[in-house]
């Protein structure tokens, strides 16, 4: 196993038997979803894993080990409003370009590198204790995590999630690109307040 490859990628590659590929400058989530910059990382190419549901962060691909930032595809993803929201995803976020992801899944949006993560069809959250704002009309949980912020739609089922590195601060500046697909997702009534 890579050092870079997180504890839940790390057992579910095992249990598939399948062969890791060494990676730098990897951001890699702990068990509870905060980014953490893996040991020993470098810099230059990067590559990322991401195990779906706990691991939400991806990198680039190093050579054939993978075709692009690997990322979890939601459980509710071929939910059809995240269907109907897949169809709104920005072409940019700022001035950051799409990169490929891995799997390919319309649910799933990567730009930049580090990478600003889209994930239609995560869990509605319930009333929490996390920050929350409105942005242009869609209210958003705001967690921080050690590595930046993981943005999750509030009162909208299935939910939207957007992870912004830190090196994209103030993060929640990113969030307007997203109101498009985000209010294609079935309002539920809760609001920030």
Do not use: I, M, Q
């Given at each position: 196993m890579a050092a870079t490859d997180g504890p839940v990628q790390q057992v579910r590659d095992r249990?598939?038997?399948?062969a890791t590929c060494p990676m730098r400058s990897a951001r890699v989530t702990d068990h509870r979803g905060r980014i953490r910059r893996a040991r020993g990382a470098g810099r230059g190419p990067v590559a990322r894993r991401a195990a779906a549901g706990?691991?939400?962060a991806g990198a680039l691909a190093l050579g054939a080990c993978s075709s692009g930032v690997s990322v979890g595809v939601p459980e509710?993803?071929?939910?059809?409003?995240?269907?109907?929201?897949?169809?709104?995803?920005p072409t940019d976020v700022s001035?950051?370009?799409?990169?490929?992801?891995?799997?390919?899944?319309?649910?799933?949006?990567?730009?930049?590198?580090p990478a600003v993560v889209a994930r239609c069809g995560v869990a509605t959250p319930g009333p929490s204790t996390d920050g929350c704002l409105t942005v242009n009309g869609v209210d958003w949980l705001a967690t921080p995590l050690s590595d930046g912020t993981?943005?999750?739609?509030?009162?909208?089922?299935?939910?939207?999630?957007v992870l912004v590195p830190k090196d994209?601060?103030?993060?929640?500046?990113?969030?307007?690109?997203?109101?498009d697909a985000a209010t294609?997702?079935?309002a539920t009534g809760r609001h920030c307040s």
């Open positions: 249990d598939r038997g399948v706990v691991v939400t509710l993803a071929g939910n059809p409003a995240c269907v109907a929201a897949s169809r709104h995803w001035t950051l370009r799409p990169v490929a992801t891995s799997p390919e899944s319309a649910a799933v949006r990567a730009w930049g590198d993981k943005f999750v739609t509030y009162g909208r089922t299935p939910a939207l999630e994209y601060a103030p993060e929640g500046s990113r969030l307007p690109v997203f109101t294609e997702l079935p």
